[in-house]
């Protein structure tokens, strides 16, 4: 085998040099890639280390059919239970909370945070609460992710199939209405609904539904699509509904709530 012959003084040094040469020029290849002049067609993601992924381009059809299937409300519940052993625990004081209208949506936190980190969530039994995003006011079902990422009411403003997103521009190759959008919400919130009949069942107990709709407007979300999933389970004395009088109706104060669905003014379909 032939021995290479051995290195002289200044060598070291040019090597070193010729490597920092070649770093920067890799370097400035990877920010030319994203350069204005790029050949990549507009809407082509690049992954890139520790930055979130883009948009999610589904068919509304096939979202549709998705949420619309009742096993829907299984996968949901499932993605809760393995955040939340306890919603499914015998015993377990299950609170949903629910809000439409203007003000609404920071009430709902507000029960869910003291629901979750006071008393009652050392009681005996315990008490846990959550909403449409997650399993509490931190922890999001995957499913919630899922469906941010697909950004339907961004994409139903698409012109010419072009839209943007967070100021990047991306071709969708399935254009969305704005009722499918409308509709497609609406049904993963009915879903959402409907895992309460799962929790009663898991925990013997009616789950507790928590509704600030003050000010909801007639065929939104929860008027069209919660309620009616409410009512049916209300019907079945599966779930307690009660309505908050005011946003900072506290759940502890009877009489900051109308309960039961007889004795609200629910927003008409």
Not at 142 to 155: N, Q, S, T, V, Y
Not at 156 to 169: E, L, P, R
Not at 171 to 190: F, K, L, N, R, T
Request: charged share 20%; hydrophobic share 40%.
């Amino acid at each position: 085998m032939a021995v290479p012959p051995p290195i002289s003084g200044n060598r070291p040094v040019l090597i070193l040099l010729a490597g920092i040469l070649i770093l920067f020029a890799l370097v400035a290849a990877a920010l030319l890639v994203g350069g204005s002049n790029s050949t990549i067609p507009s809407g082509t993601c690049i992954a890139v280390p520790n930055t979130p992924p883009g948009p999610v381009f589904t068919s509304p059809e096939e979202k549709l059919r998705e949420l619309r299937d009742p096993a829907f409300t299984g996968k949901l519940y499932r993605e809760a239970v393995a955040l939340e052993p306890l919603l499914a625990t015998q015993g377990t004081q299950v609170h949903m909370g629910f809000w439409s209208g203007r003000g609404n949506h920071g009430s709902v936190l507000r029960l869910l945070d003291i629901v979750n980190e006071g008393p009652a969530a050392k009681a005996d039994p315990p008490n846990r609460a959550i909403w449409n995003e997650g399993a509490n006011a931190y922890y999001q079902y995957p499913a919630w992710d899922r469906i941010l990422a697909e950004h339907w009411f961004d994409r139903s403003m698409a012109a010419n199939g072009m839209v943007t997103i967070a100021g990047m521009t991306y071709h969708d190759p399935y254009p969305v209405s704005y009722e499918q959008a409308d509709s497609i919400w609406g049904e993963y919130s009915a879903r959402y609904a409907g895992m309460a009949e799962l929790f009663a069942s898991a925990t013997g107990r009616p789950v507790k539904v928590w509704c600030f709709v003050e000010g909801a407007k007639p065929g939104r979300v929860f008027a069209k699509y919660e309620f009616p999933e409410l009512k049916k389970l209300e019907d079945k004395g599966l779930v307690q509904l009660y309505f908050a009088r005011s946003v900072d109706a506290d759940w502890e104060r009877p009489d900051d709530w109308i309960l039961g669905s007889a004795n609200a003014t629910i927003p008409q379909r």
